[in-house]
């Protein structure tokens, strides 16, 4: 019987191939995007939970409540685990990690140059010993026990292979840190799983942080606050999370009485941070998005089979007539055309995972950020892709299998069967709307994403971003000032360099930032915010084109002496007019006090996803890590050789590594960019599935109305008329489904747009333009069909009568 039921359903393939190949297509696109979007989503829920007790490692984060600082930040003050280790000595572990930007490695060569690596971003850390056993690591060689030494460090099998050629014999081996801290090797691990968030080739032990930072003193105050500072802990029986929490007032008292009101440090489950995007991960509300699109792929996939397969239903109804007369039962008849659907969906299911292997390499290659990820076939994957064809089997074929099964014997060779019956025009027209209006509402979104990327792509963000250059300088706890000189000197002499400044880093800092607490003129408390402190040399201001709208700029120093303040600082500290908080003073713990000496015209010194906060810039010379330097030139590769000549001539250790301002602001928005990318991938993948369903139902239309369309052209109906009479059903469906998709779609993109402080606004356009592509390519899909139809002869459409 169920061989019976597979040849009859090859033979309806063979004798329906524009069906078949339109339902086989449909599915599979649809499947190989769910699969995709699973592939994706199951990676980011997965990070970090191949500890072995991911379900007890928190991380402490801080919170602040004040009106100036709502959010949280993964950092936490640098004598934080100290205070907790003396506090609540009943939790099991507890470990401090500092994150180490753009970590600078060098191995010496014998009877050669030195080895240098130098790694892009957050790459590197300084940790505790107690890190390795609340996060699991596996050990090719030594192990972590030492690493409560000064000047140790552990590396990752694929960095102790970059440095010495080997993952095995380098332990006892040394290195330098920043090319002056000399390090040895106590241990090699094993290379980190892809979906982890501790993925640090070089962690060195916590001990030689004092060294590389300047003796950083554990004593340092609480308000002291740098997000590459982070604190896990390991909770036990003996002392929870809940415990924490309900003792957190009493430790902030204690340790940070001033701004106890204000600020707290909540231990959140680490497992959890990945999805958090308070906290800086990829955020459940994108997966949630993404899992939306991919049922709704597979919806519209199904409905498109649903639509043929019952449009068909009159061609088969003589079929099923015959066989029931013949003796085959309701249920038989049932399960025949269930095993076509399976048929076709076992199918599709292969042209899927074919699909989806390719796009797997197209996302490795376009996709970044939280968009990357690995895919196993595990016996988990491979359950869930059973569920997902048992899925698309009941929701393609389940429908159409009862309709073309209770068909009425007697009503179906007499010839009384109407279109009703067969499956009912109403339900195709609703499946129609629900599919376009799927359709719309993805094209809708990525109109809104494209937009919004432009704008916050070509928005005055306050300052001048074209043909600037960064150039990070190597981590020094007092910078070499003669080495600094020397190389502004020789930098700003290239014809090629208009104009040249030390800072602290540019304006955009989207991914680092340093706020302190400042007391302002005689008031007796400090300020309840944190305002962001900026170090910049006196050409900073000219060199990013930053406005005075009040007082002058800095003047040259190497200390600090004076300070600027932006428009919203001024505004917090109490003046409405910029002109009156000219000649005040600051005062900042370690620091002279400042003298406000002028009022910077606010900037956007974060990306647009954040308000401007208030912001002070003074000299600090030991706290500059960037040169600044404008280009006059067109030709950057010539500059750019010109300037690495110079700075390996001054810096012999360090490897020189530019950035231009501009790249950076786009970094800044690379996932949004990537969201683009996937949303209008899937909004093409909805219209073709769709697209594809039309030009089926046109030409179940055309083969319908061959005769009535034959009568018309005699009475003297014209080729226009012919076209309208089959498109203006479709036309009126889409505009129908737009109706229903711009109200949910504009609910969706408003919530969107909400991460941004500066958005674009939601107006018809938008929504304009997603019904018009829509109309536009539906009746493309139908007009090669519907001409053909109008132009037969009416001879031939009538001969048989």
């Known amino acids: 019987m169920l061989q019976n039921y597979f040849t009859i359903a090859w033979r309806q393939l063979l004798k329906n191939r524009a069906y078949a190949l339109i339902n086989v297509t449909g599915l599979a696109l649809g499947m190989s995007c769910a699969l995709l979007i699973f592939a994706l989503v199951r990676y980011h829920y997965q990070t970090d939970r191949h500890h072995h007790h ?26 934080f685990g100290k205070a907790v280790r003396t506090d609540h000595p009943g939790i099991e572990q507890l470990a401090m990690l500092e994150e180490w930007y753009s970590p600078l490695i060098v191995v010496s060569v014998a009877g050669g140059p030195d080895k240098k690596i130098k790694e892009k971003r957050y790459a590197g850390a300084f940790v505790e010993p107690a890190f390795f056993r609340i996060f699991d690591y596996t050990w090719l060689a030594g192990g972590p026990d030492d690493l409560r030494q000064p000047g140790t460090v552990v590396l990752s099998e694929n960095m102790a292979r970059r440095c010495f050629g080997s993952a095995t014999n380098v332990v006892g081996r040394t290195l330098r840190l920043d090319a002056r801290i000399p390090a040895r090797v106590v241990g090699v691990f094993a290379d980190y799983r ?40 390991l909770f036990n029986s003996q002392f929870s999370a809940a415990d924490w929490n309900r003792e957190l007032p009493t430790f902030v008292k204690k340790y940070n009485p001033k701004n106890a009101k204000e600020t707290d440090y909540p231990a959140v489950l680490f497992s959890t941070m990945h999805l958090s995007s308070e906290l800086g991960g990829v955020g459940r509300e994108l997966l949630v998005a993404l899992i939306a699109i991919g049922l709704l792929l597979i919806g519209t996939a199904s409905i498109n089979f649903v639509n043929l397969a019952t449009a068909q239903a009159l061609n088969r109804a003589r079929e099923v007539g015959v066989r029931k007369v013949l003796g085959s039962t309701t249920t038989q008849l049932f399960w025949q055309f269930i095993g076509e659907t399976t048929f076709i969906v076992l199918a599709a299911t292969a042209l899927a995972i074919g699909l989806f292997h390719y796009g797997q390499l197209l996302a490795h290659e376009y996709l970044s950020g939280p968009f990357r990820f690995t895919f196993y076939f595990t016996p988990s994957v491979l ?31 007499a010839g009384r069967l109407t279109t009703r019956q067969a499956g009912g025009i109403s339900l195709r027209r609703g499946l129609v709307v629900a599919q376009f209006a799927i359709a719309q509402l993805l094209i809708i979104g990525l109109v809104v994403v494209a937009r919004q990327l432009h704008y916050v792509q070509t928005k005055d963000v306050g300052f001048r971003k074209d043909a600037i250059l960064t150039v990070h300088l190597p981590d020094s706890p007092s910078q070499d000032r003669t080495k600094m000189s020397t190389f502004h000197h020789l930098a700003a002499a290239l014809p090629e360099v208009a104009k040249f400044s030390y800072s602290m880093a540019g304006p955009p800092q989207s991914n680092w930032t340093s706020q302190t607490r400042v007391r302002f003129e005689n008031r007796t408390e400090e300020e309840p915010y944190s305002p962001q402190q900026v170090w910049a040399d006196a050409d900073y201001v000219d060199l990013y084109g930053l406005k005075l709208v009040a007082g002058r700029n800095l003047q040259p120093s190497d200390t600090a002496r004076e300070a600027l303040v932006n428009e919203t600082f001024a505004r917090q500290l109490g003046f409405d007019r910029p002109a009156s908080v000219v000649g005040k003073v600051l005062y900042k713990g370690g620091f002279a006090p400042l003298k406000i000496v002028g009022v910077l015209k606010d900037y956007n010194q974060h990306d647009l996803k954040r308000s401007i906060i208030p912001l002070f810039l003074t000299t600090f010379a030991y706290g500059y890590y960037s040169a600044n330097i404008q280009l006059q030139s067109s030709n950057y590769h010539r500059t750019l050789s010109q ?26 928005y690379r996932q949004e960019q990537t969201m683009g990318k996937l949303v209008n991938f899937f909004a093409g993948v909805a219209l073709l599935i769709g697209c594809m369903g039309l030009y089926g139902l046109i030409l179940f239309m055309v ?11 005699v009475l003297g109906a014209s080729i226009g008329s012919i076209l309208w009479l089959f498109s203006r ?9 737009f109706v229903l998709a711009a109200p949910v779609a504009w609910w969706v993109m408003d919530s969107w747009l909400g991460n941004f402080q500066y958005r674009i606004p939601l107006g018809f356009g938008i929504f304009l333009v997603a019904l018009l592509t829509t109309v536009l390519v539906a009746l493309l899909t139908i007009s090669v069909q519907s001409v053909r139809a109008a132009l037969r002869n009416p001879v031939k459409s009538l001969r048989s009568e």
């Open 54 to 79: 991911y379900d007890r490692i928190y991380q402490f984060t801080t919170r602040f409540t004040s009106s100036g600082d709502n959010g949280s930040i993964r950092g936490v003050p640098y004598p």
């Open 194 to 233: 892809d979906n982890t968030d501790l993925a640090y080739p070089v962690m060195a032990s916590w001990a030689s942080l004092k060294e590389q930072r300047g003796n950083r003193p554990e004593n340092e105050p609480f308000d002291n606050l740098n997000g590459s500072t982070h604190c896990y802990a």
């Open 383 to 413: 359950g869930w892709l059973l569920l997902l064809v048992s899925s698309v089997i009941g929701l393609a074929g389940l429908y159409p299998a009862l309709v073309l099964a209770g068909f009425r014997p007697a009503v179906v060779l």
């Open 643 to 668: 300037l690495e000549k110079i700075y390996n001539q001054v810096y012999t250790s360090s490897v020189f590594d530019p950035e231009f301002v501009d790249q950076q602001l786009e970094n800044a």
């Open 703 to 713: 083969a319908q109305k061959t005769k009535e369309v034959g009568i018309r052209k």
């Open 729 to 737: 059903e479709f036309v009126r469906l889409i505009s129908f489904a």
